[in-house]
């Protein structure tokens, strides 16, 4: 029972344009949506959130966006850099369970030169 | 400041071993999380621990594993007559709060690669 879900594993970018990730999650108890980045041999670092009474927050490049009525979430980061290169996972909680965080699976982003 | 510490890296065991994989938190943390990720899959909790206490292990296998946090030292996760399925990347996170929207308050270590030949 996949409760959070990247349909994409992978995504190539130009450098410089923006890049957009997706993710669906099923269960409407979520309440508070995070994006992580990892990058090979090391743990998830976290880069933004966005809580359930909000339907956007941004940070520098990047941007979460929540719809809520669709069970959808996305992150835009723009323009895009060749650092950026990382797998990014689209995590999800609820207040009644927050000390776990429901992963998805992961999209890889390649940002070409 | 360090931060989360796993070790080792990298453990080979055979089928029927046991495996011991050890989290030391960033300092002043209190709360320790396990979650582990299979290949091509994304992460899944096992267990969050406070210091001598076991808050939900709602993730973790009933048989065969089982997590500690203690007093003085590291909090270890301990899988016990390991089986090739177990093979997988175990993540430690340490968090200075209770979840909430602390949640990105969450610092994860680099993780120890289990491989079960």
């Known amino acids: 029972d996949q409760q959070v879900k990247q349909n994409s594993p992978s995504l190539s970018v130009q450098e410089g344009r923006i890049s957009i990730l997706n993710c669906d999650y099923t269960?409407?108890?979520?309440?508070?949506f995070l994006w992580y980045k990892k990058y090979p041999a090391e743990g998830p670092t976290f880069l933004i959130s966005?809580?359930?009474?909000?339907d956007k927050n941004e940070d520098g490049r990047f941007t979460v966006f929540l719809n809520k009525s669709a069970k959808h979430l996305s992150l835009h980061i723009v323009p895009s850099q060749p650092g950026d290169s990382a797998v990014y996972f689209c995590a999800a909680s609820s207040t009644q369970g927050a000390q776990k965080l429901v992963f998805g699976q992961g999209t890889r982003l390649t940002i070409n030169p | 400041n360090a931060g989360v510490m796993q070790n080792p890296r990298h453990l080979v065991r055979r089928r029927g071993q046991e495996a011991r994989l050890r989290c030391s938190p960033m300092?002043?943390?209190?709360?320790v999380y396990w979650y582990r990720q299979l290949p091509e899959e994304g992460l899944k909790f096992m267990v969050y621990?406070?210091?001598?206490?076991?808050?939900?292990e709602s993730g973790m296998p009933k048989e065969r594993f089982s997590a500690e946090f203690p007093k003085e030292g590291p909090s270890i996760l301990r899988i016990q007559q390991v089986v090739r399925g177990d093979s997988a990347a175990y993540f430690c996170a340490s968090s200075p709060f209770q979840g909430g929207l602390s949640n990105e308050k969450l610092f994860f270590g680099s993780g120890t690669q289990l491989s079960v030949l």
């Open positions: 269960n409407s108890m979520f309440d508070y």
């Open positions: 966005i809580s359930s009474i909000k």
């Open positions: 300092k002043g943390h209190s709360h």
């Open positions: 621990l406070q210091k001598e206490n076991i808050i939900d």
